[in-house]
């Protein structure tokens, strides 16, 4: 594998990892904040605008992990991917801590 397939690998699972609690929050019908609130990391985003970004992170979640060739098979692929999960998973329980 190329360089460029471990970063796509990365980026996929951060994009993925933040599609969770915008689709969740959505679909809950509950506000949560996404970059098109009023202040974005403070406000909050209605249930549909919520949607609306989960979806997107989610295609552009799937778009990378095709263009990582993610394989499960593939160890240092797969760390690739899982360090981009926990990488976006650590900050935003940092940022988003009450």
């Known amino acids: 594998m190329k360089w460029y ?4 690998s990365f980026w996929a699972g951060v ?6 609690p915008h689709f969740v929050h959505g679909i ?4 949560f904040t ?5 202040h974005p990391g403070v406000s909050l985003s ?11 992170n989610l295609l552009i979640g799937y778009l990378l992990l095709q263009g990582g060739k993610l394989k499960t098979d593939h160890l240092p ?3 690739s991917f899982f360090a981009g999960i926990m990488a976006l998973g650590i900050l ?4 988003l801590a009450e």
């Open 77 to 79: 692929s797969m760390v």
């Open 28 to 31: 809950s019908g509950k506000e």
């Open 92 to 95: 935003l329980s940092i940022q």
């Open 5 to 8: 397939h471990y970063v796509s």
């Open 34 to 38: 996404t970059p098109f609130a009023e």
């Open 46 to 56: 209605s249930p549909l605008v919520n949607i609306l970004w989960g979806g997107f």
């Open 15 to 20: 994009f993925l990892a933040n599609a969770v």
